[in-house]
């Protein structure tokens, strides 16, 4: 059993869980993820690896309910403890000295899976500038975090409620419109985020890559329930993945196949709020 030992609901419905897992944590790399399953009635879900702590033994999970698995791990409080928690799984970032200025994007929530990544170039030495994106000031996450691991840091809010008005493309217009030399972008958030970053860096030829969370259903490459079209290729984001290059990933079908489950999971949440199976 994995216990939870801190919980915060960082936003309305998103919330920042340290669980102590300390295997897990000895391994864990910026990029991979875990797969958990909240209890034996839950199916398993991926979650990416928003940050962890070797000494301590723990992984920070941020996640935001969407489904009734994430409803039911919303419902666990400080003390109580996560059944199955499997990883570090996928492949870790392809991280190392040298790699020159690199714009790390986090749109939404998909600035915590960022965070690790930037963190570790900025140990590394290189210079980081993150772009970060909310649909409003209230609802970004993860501002002190970010800038403590980064040379820059740009907000856009889609509102202009903070920083810049606009979409996160909107501060990386303006960085490449003052001649920054960008030597390779990491997009994380919405597929419609990264697809918009993808096309906006293919013109300019700057190295662009995108972590992926497809559905998962076993995570490690027996299912094909997270394949994604890449290239020529098919990919299994657990195994290849889950950090593709932008520029091959087919994002229509990916998103596509992102909204096929949408009605169910839905319907399963209020199920999940009615009976409150976090709880049991
Ligand atoms: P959101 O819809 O609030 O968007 C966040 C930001 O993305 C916006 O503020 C904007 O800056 C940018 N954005 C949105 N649409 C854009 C467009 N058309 N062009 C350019 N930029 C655009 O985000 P949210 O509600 O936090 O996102 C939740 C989604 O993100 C979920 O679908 C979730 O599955 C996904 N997500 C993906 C990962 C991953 O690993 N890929 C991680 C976390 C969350
Ligand atoms: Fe089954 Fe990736 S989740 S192959």
């Not at 875990?34 to 990416?48: A, C, F, S, W, Y």
């Not at 809010?157 to 390779?184: C, N, P």
Request: charged share 25%.
């Amino acid at each position: 059993m994995f216990k939870i030992l801190k919980k915060e609901e960082l936003s309305p419905g998103v919330f920042h869980y340290d669980v102590e897992a300390p295997r897990v944590a000895k391994k864990a790399k910026a990029g991979q993820f875990i797969v958990l399953r909240v209890n034996d009635e839950g199916e398993r879900i991926p979650l990416t690896i928003a940050d962890f702590d070797r000494e301590k033994g723990t992984i920070t999970l941020i996640f935001q309910v969407v489904g009734a698995s994430t409803q039911a791990l919303s419902q666990l409080e400080v003390g109580e403890a996560i059944l199955d928690f499997v990883g570090p799984l996928g492949q870790p970032s392809e991280i190392h000295e040298n790699m020159g200025t690199v714009v790390c994007i986090g749109g939404g929530i998909g600035v915590a899976p960022v965070y690790p990544i930037a963190k570790a170039m900025h140990e590394m030495g290189n210079k980081v500038i993150s772009i970060m994106g909310a649909r409003s000031k209230d609802i970004l996450i993860f501002e002190d975090r970010m800038r403590a691991v980064s040379d820059e840091v740009l907000i856009a809010t889609d509102d202009g409620s903070y920083g810049i008005k606009g979409f996160v493309t909107t501060a990386l217009q303006q960085l490449v419109d003052r001649g920054e030399k960008i030597d390779q972008v990491t997009a994380i958030g919405p597929g419609i985020m990264m697809r918009s970053v993808a096309e906006a860096t293919r013109p300019l030829g700057i190295k662009t890559i995108v972590s992926l969370n497809p559905v998962m259903v076993d995570g490690t490459g027996m299912c094909g329930g997270c394949r994604v079209q890449v290239g020529d290729e098919m990919k299994f984001a657990c195994v290849d993945g889950p950090e593709f290059d932008g520029h091959l990933v087919d994002f229509n079908s990916l998103m596509s196949r992102g909204r096929m489950y949408r009605a169910q999971e839905a319907e399963a949440k209020d199920h999940v709020c009615n009976i409150g199976l976090g709880r049991k």
